[in-house]
């Protein structure tokens, strides 16, 4: 009896030590290829809180790219296998603010180490695709292939590099961060110098990683959107010069070939009085309220009519809007300027008007049913007018003026604007004489410096040629004269531009991946 329980003690023993010896081996192999999607929440907030830093040394951050430096992955789209290089968490500046945001993630089909194709694409000529993370200027960790937990699908970095792309996903800094002595290190323009830095680590580094550094195509969404746009627009500008020096960015330019923005939360110091424009008569609101939880923006929506004072602020920066965009001297196609009058109503408006008739077009051509809609004529199965006033009555207000710049000094973009020992400034004069908290004003070089309208056009700045640009037909987080004005003056300037605003889409981004990588084949050609 005592032999068959010692017995049976050594067969589970052996069994368990086989287990371990399974485990062990296990975990060897798949040391150096792993496929996404395994673990991803968990293994996110230990890289967030734990980061290993690939390019760290003795010697501090080297900033060239160490080709050897990988691990192998896969992830399998369309039931094909996708394998990939993933070098990541590269910090891209020699004196890094923050290092859990100042990376770069870099993802490089495997066939461009073996002489292979991946379609037309080798390691030469492979476009670099720059997707950012960051929305409500909150900073914005390096981007990975995933599946995009908002939609359940493929992220754009998976689709790019299927299509046999180069990836470099920079993070950013942003709004919220305070360094180790309490101050505050993410306010503008810290984003977008950092990402200016990562471009130049590509640049930089041309020679010796895959793919093409003259074929950058930046993508972002919200407030990634914009400072896609700013990318695009403010190539090898000398003022972020400083601010680069300073991080110790590599010595190379900064400028990228493309620009994709979806909804961009843009030319902020003129987007108030846009807002109004829009928006002005709709007095009740669902405003959105955004927080950051586990890394990730949160949005919350709460419900309220304006007061008053609201009211009387929305009819005083309505009637600044026409004032600022007479200003700009902005030509349709036929070389006409386009302006407004002081009521608001002018070519311009026609022009906003007709984005939205076009939109509405395509969508009947998708054979949508839109007859509910009444403030649209439809006449022979085509949209031939839409009565502005009714249709923003149907969109919603969103937000109360100062929609970007308030008097209580509480919006994400009074944040932005703050200093390192200021959490909150105004950024537009009519706001800040009528600041209700005694708030100070930002830097005007600093306000400018987060405007792509102050650079396009202007000498010594390299703006990207090739722009697609897209604003929902029914998002009111900014008005769509805000990325109109900015597809107008962008054509005006001898830009080639794709602009539209989708029927029925909100404040969303990567809704039409499949259109944006046709775009991208187009310009690449």
């Known amino acids: 009896m005592k032999g068959k329980k010692l017995k049976l003690i050594l067969i589970i023993i052996g069994i368990f030590l086989s287990t371990l010896s399974v485990n062990a081996t296990n975990m060897k192999e798949n040391k150096n290829m792993k496929k996404i999607g395994e673990n991803q929440s968990t293994v996110s907030k230990t890289e967030k809180t734990e980061l290993?830093?690939?390019?760290?040394?003795?010697?501090?951050?080297?900033?060239?790219?160490?080709?050897?430096?990988?691990?192998?992955?896969?992830?399998?789209?369309?039931?094909?296998?996708?394998?990939?290089?993933?070098?990541?968490?590269?910090?891209?500046?020699?004196?890094?603010?923050?290092?859990?945001?100042?990376?770069?993630?870099?993802?490089?089909?495997?066939?461009?180490?073996?002489?292979?194709?991946?379609g037309k694409y080798n390691g030469k000529n492979a476009p670099i695709f720059l997707p950012n993370t960051v929305g409500?200027?909150?900073?914005?960790?390096?981007?990975?292939?995933?599946?995009?937990?908002?939609?359940?699908?493929?992220?754009?970095?998976?689709?790019?590099?299927?299509?046999?792309?180069?990836?470099?996903?920079?993070?950013?800094?942003?709004?919220?961060?305070?360094?180790?002595?309490?101050?505050?290190?993410?306010?503008?323009?810290?984003?977008?110098?950092?990402?200016?830095?990562?471009?130049?680590?590509?640049?930089?580094?041309?020679?010796?990683?895959?793919?093409?550094?003259?074929?950058?195509?930046?993508?972002?969404?919200?407030?990634?959107?914009?400072?896609?746009?700013?990318?695009?627009?403010?190539?090898n500008s000398k003022d972020y010069e400083p601010y680069l020096k300073e991080l110790g960015a590599a010595e190379a330019k900064d400028d990228i070939f493309a620009v994709s923005a979806y909804c961009p939360i843009t030319n902020l110091d003129n987007a108030n009085t846009?807002?109004?424009?829009?928006?002005?008569?709709?007095?009740?609101?669902?405003?959105?309220?955004?927080?950051?939880?586990?890394?990730?923006?949160?949005?919350?929506?709460?419900?309220?009519?304006?007061?008053?004072?609201?009211?009387?602020?929305?009819?005083?920066?309505?009637?600044?809007?026409p004032e600022y965009l007479n200003s700009l001297k902005l030509k349709d196609k036929n070389g006409k300027i386009l302006s407004l009058d002081k009521d608001g109503n002018g070519s311009f408006k026609e022009k906003i008007k007709k984005y939205y008739i076009d939109s509405a077009n395509k969508a009947l051509k998708q054979e949508n049913n839109l007859s509910k809609f009444t403030f649209l004529t439809i006449k022979d199965n085509k949209v031939t007018d839409l009565n502005f006033e009714e249709y923003v009555k149907y969109m919603g207000r969103l937000k109360t003026p100062g929609a970007f710049d308030n008097v209580d000094l509480k919006t994400g973009e009074n944040n932005l604007f703050g200093d390192t020992g200021t959490d909150n400034k105004h950024f537009t004069q009519y706001i800040f004489e009528n600041s209700i908290v005694g708030g100070k004003m930002a830097d005007k070089n600093v306000v400018k410096m987060m405007n792509p309208m102050d650079y396009i056009g202007k000498k010594g700045v390299n703006t990207s040629k090739y722009w697609r640009i897209?604003?929902?037909?029914?998002?009111?987080?900014?008005?769509?004269?805000?990325?109109?004005?900015?597809?107008?003056?962008?054509?005006?300037?001898?830009?080639?531009?794709?602009?539209?605003?989708?029927?029925?889409?909100?404040?969303?981004?990567?809704?039409?991946?499949?259109?944006?990588?046709?775009?991208?084949?187009?310009?690449?050609?």
Do not use: C
Request: aromatic share 10%; proline share 3%; glycine share 8%.
């Open 274 to 321: 846009a807002y109004e424009w829009t928006f002005n008569g709709v007095n009740d609101y669902k405003k959105i309220e955004i927080s950051m939880l586990d890394y990730n923006v949160q949005r919350k929506e709460i419900a309220g009519t304006l007061t008053e004072a609201e009211i009387e602020r929305s009819a005083v920066l309505k009637k600044m809007f």
């Open 52 to 118: 290993k830093l690939s390019n760290k040394t003795e010697k501090g951050y080297d900033l060239n790219f160490d080709i050897k430096n990988y691990e192998i992955k896969m992830v399998v789209v369309n039931e094909k296998t996708v394998t990939y290089r993933a070098y990541e968490n590269i910090v891209y500046v020699k004196n890094p603010v923050d290092i859990n945001y100042q990376t770069v993630n870099i993802y490089i089909p495997e066939e461009y180490f073996n002489g292979k194709t991946v």
């Open 470 to 525: 897209r604003h929902g037909a029914v998002d009111k987080d900014t008005a769509l004269a805000i990325p109109a004005i900015l597809a107008i003056k962008l054509e005006n300037s001898g830009k080639n531009v794709d602009f539209a605003s989708p029927w029925g889409v909100s404040h969303s981004g990567d809704y039409d991946l499949d259109e944006l990588f046709e775009w991208i084949e187009k310009i690449i050609q």
């Open 136 to 235: 409500g200027y909150m900073p914005g960790a390096a981007g990975k292939p995933e599946v995009d937990k908002r939609k359940g699908t493929d992220n754009a970095v998976v689709v790019a590099l299927s299509k046999g792309y180069v990836v470099a996903s920079p993070g950013a800094r942003g709004r919220t961060l305070k360094d180790s002595d309490g101050k505050y290190s993410g306010k503008a323009p810290a984003a977008i110098v950092d990402l200016k830095a990562a471009v130049r680590y590509l640049h930089y580094n041309d020679k010796v990683m895959p793919g093409n550094a003259n074929k950058i195509i930046s993508n972002g969404t919200s407030a990634g959107g914009a400072l896609s746009v700013l990318l695009g627009a403010t190539g």
